[in-house]
């Protein structure tokens, strides 16, 4: 049942998501810290590279996530409790199938990624122990994906919480015991987050499907043709829309490298800021996606406007809070990740571009996520294909302005991603029926 839309209802469903997201970079962190006591540099930079190649591959899948959420909480605020049921079973199906097609197919995605990645000797063999391994989850991981995005469309964020705390848990106590224990290395940190994610398998199914009506879950129409259809034509754009930002971010790093180990070490350290802030903030994004999603389903034009300023108000204020800390404390977080002191200056010298990041990265991301929850695929895939077209533009042009001309086509993405969305949003909110009023401050 949707619960009244009030800025306590909204921080209260907000929460959870951002505890969630915060423990998500302590999971690399463990990793990294696991292999790298071991002192063998060959496979801390093998799980490094690994690590890189995983999350092309499996977030290219990311609209498990994605789709789930809207099409879930536009099904809650209908009241159709057939079709949510339903959802969860053709989303969890759809990525165990998929992740099963990942695993037969890695003898060829494998060797690829890694020639694409040119890492060579000692680091490849590395690096493809761990990313075989990670592909042994590969079923489980993408079922997740989907759980979790059915969980979200609900509202039911500290279910999502306790299925990201055990994910984490299972996954640090596996490396240290297949890594200090049974000295597998590199593979070891594979096998212990490719384990974790089959418990968190089990677990979400239990989460999740405890209250079903299994009998519901009988209906011809569970995998009907226009069932089915609909699930792969939104999934379809936006899985066009993560491939183009992921192309974005892969362009970013290039232009950091193609400047020299310098300039490309600075950028990934301010970049740990920007990924920190943006997984908070997500929590906002995600409760827009439910929100919205539920206004759609109830066909309340109201609700939904509602929605988009409250989760709006919480976002901006989060975004400037981010930016002011960085700002203030950026000098010293710099200096305890970074010990080389040319890479501590060009980082400190590029501070400030990164610091506003969380400020007018928000439009953006909140945009994405009332596109998400509406399940307007094609305005996804559409505005992430012009963003990213005109970001590398805008990089072309400014490369003779060196480091910083990298950074102002940085900042100009989230522009052109903003503005892109945002273009279609009058029209998003005209097709909403104007229904009853919404209870709430």
């Excluded at 909480?73 to 759809?94: H, I, K, P, W």
């Excluded at 509602?306 to 709006?312: C, D, F, K, M, S």
């Excluded at 505005?383 to 990089?395: G, H, N, Q, S, V």
């Amino acid at each position: 049942m949707t619960t009244p839309l009030t800025r306590r209802a909204i921080f209260a469903q907000a929460w959870p998501i951002m505890l969630g997201q915060t423990t998500v970079p302590l999971v690399g962190l463990v990793d990294t810290a696991v292999i790298g006591r071991t002192g063998d540099a060959a496979a801390l930079a093998g799980v490094a590279l690994g690590t890189v190649v995983i999350n092309m591959i499996f977030w290219t899948f990311g609209f498990l996530r994605m789709g789930m959420t809207g099409m879930t909480a536009q099904a809650e605020g209908a009241g159709d409790a057939s079709e949510v049921e339903a959802m969860l079973l053709r989303g969890v199906v759809a990525g165990f199938l998929l992740g099963a097609a990942l695993f037969a197919l890695q003898i060829v995605l494998i060797p690829l990624a890694l020639e694409t990645m040119a890492g060579g000797g000692a680091l490849d063999a590395a690096a493809h122990g761990y990313v075989s391994a990670r592909f042994l989850g590969a079923p489980a991981s993408l079922a997740v994906f989907a759980i979790n995005g059915w969980l979200l469309g609900l509202g039911r964020t500290r279910s999502a919480l306790a299925l990201q705390i055990v994910m984490n848990l299972v996954n640090i106590a596996l490396d240290l015991l297949f890594v200090w224990h049974f000295h597998l290395g590199a593979r070891g940190v594979g096998l212990g987050t490719a384990c974790a994610e089959w418990i968190s398998l089990a677990v979400g199914l239990g989460i999740a499907g405890g209250g079903i009506d299994r009998r519901r879950l009988l209906s011809p129409a569970l995998f009907g043709g226009g069932a089915l259809k609909r699930l792969f034509a939104v999934n379809a754009d936006i899985m066009i829309r993560t491939i183009a930002l992921l192309l974005l971010f892969l362009w970013f790093t290039n232009a950091g490298a193609r400047l020299g180990e310098t300039a490309l070490a600075a950028n990934y350290v301010l970049l740990q800021f920007i990924s920190v802030s943006a997984f908070v903030l997500d929590g906002f994004a995600f409760t827009a996606e439910s929100r919205v999603g539920q206004a759609i389903g109830a066909r309340s034009r109201p609700a939904m406007v509602r929605a988009i300023r409250l989760t709006g108000e919480f976002s901006l204020v989060a975004g400037i809070g981010f930016a002011l800390m960085f700002f203030a404390a950026g000098p010293a977080l710099i200096a305890f990740f970074a010990t080389n002191p040319e890479v501590r200056a060009q980082a400190a010298a590029l501070l400030p571009f990164a610091a506003v990041v969380p400020a007018i990265g928000v439009p953006a991301w909140l945009l994405d996520g009332i596109f998400i929850g509406a399940t307007r695929g094609k305005a996804l895939r559409n505005a992430a294909i012009l963003a990213t077209a005109l970001y590398i533009a805008t990089d072309l042009l400014f490369r003779p302005f060196g480091e910083s001309g990298i950074w102002w086509a940085f900042m100009a993405s989230y522009f052109y991603r903003a503005a892109s969305l945002g273009a279609y949003l009058p029209g998003l909110i005209r097709t909403i029926e104007v229904a009853e009023p919404v209870n709430g401050p």
